[in-house]
């Protein structure tokens, strides 16, 4: 599994950056207006409306925290010589936090298809970023492994 790690990080990287700024959701109202926000738009959005500190939430949790997960898992898993992985107490917190985003568009999705004031379904975005989330996860857990347990299962 270790030598699929470049290949992991790599898709993990991409699904992050499409998941960003391809649209999440696409959301007909009343049947004259629709939207297709991506997740950058509705951040921007919210920061133009004056919902500044809600917009920082989230650009926290769904910006800011992935990137630098990734970015952290990059270095774990080239950054040193041995590959040996040392991660911050709080990565494992961010770790929790991974699936909001897509828990909360999902929800969105949910009250809008039961409200019948609108409908919404899902677009790309919400699948690279969920996509994202579970590849970063593997490679996480790939990169926590150490070297003898993978070497023990072979034989």
């Excluded at 004259?32 to 949790?61: K, N, Q, T, Y």
């Amino acid at each position: 599994m270790r030598s699929l790690l470049p290949l992991i990080l790599f898709a993990a990287s991409v699904g992050f950056a499409l998941g960003i700024v391809l649209p999440l959701v696409h959301v007909d109202r009343l049947y004259f207006f629709s939207d297709e926000p991506s997740l950058i738009g509705m951040i921007a959005a919210l920061w133009r409306g004056g919902d500044w500190p809600l917009a920082s939430v989230v650009a926290l949790f769904s910006v800011v925290f992935p990137a630098m997960k990734l970015g952290l898992l990059h270095n774990a898993a080239y950054g040193q010589a041995g590959g040996s992985a040392s991660f911050p107490g709080w990565f494992r917190a961010l770790s929790n936090w991974s699936m909001l985003d897509v828990i909360l568009v999902a929800l969105v999705i949910f009250a809008a298809k039961t409200s019948g004031l609108a409908t919404a379904f899902t677009k790309p975005g919400l699948w690279f970023f969920a996509a994202s989330v579970v590849l970063t996860a593997t490679a996480s857990a790939v990169i926590k492994r150490k070297p003898q347990d993978s070497e023990q299962a072979v034989h």
